[in-house]
Nanobody, 121 residues
Framework: QVHIEESGGGLVQPGGSLRLSCAAS????????NSWYRQVPGKQRDLVAI???????NYTGSVKGRFTISRDNVAHIMHLQMNSLKPEDTAVYYC???????????????WGQGTQVTVSS
């Protein structure tokens, strides 16, 4: 089974930057789509950014111009570069992937455990 894990979260002051990483391991044939979601207590889990296997990206409006999603298709690592961070960006950030493995005939979806991002003075 595939395992994905986020890293890079932490505490940062408003205006600062963080880079999140999501590493996937296992019997991966191809990752068709990678996404970053975020969730705060009492709120729904919202899509932040998405990138497909061709590198085409999309972002939610509140992060456009500040966040950049990227992926390394060889290493199976996805990144989210977050600049000009605001307190409203505080959330648990989750990695999500749609993956074709060597041992399955179907596409499968995987979630990471999440990494905390706190933007505060």
């Amino acid at each position: 089974q595939v395992h994905i894990e986020e890293s890079g979260g932490g505490l940062v002051q408003p205006g600062g930057s963080l880079r999140l990483s999501c590493a996937a391991s296992g019997s991966i044939f191809k990752i068709y789509s990678n996404s970053w979601y975020r969730q705060v207590p009492g709120k729904q889990r919202d899509l932040v950014a998405i990138i497909n296997n061709e590198g085409i990206t999309n972002y939610t409006g509140s992060v456009k111009g500040r966040f950049t999603i990227s992926r390394d298709n060889v290493a199976h690592i996805m990144h989210l570069q977050m600049n000009s961070l605001k307190p409203e960006d505080t959330a648990v950030y989750y990695c999500y992937a749609i993956i074709k493995t060597y041992v399955s005939d179907y596409l499968e979806e995987y979630w990471g455990q999440g990494t905390q991002v706190t933007v505060s003075s």
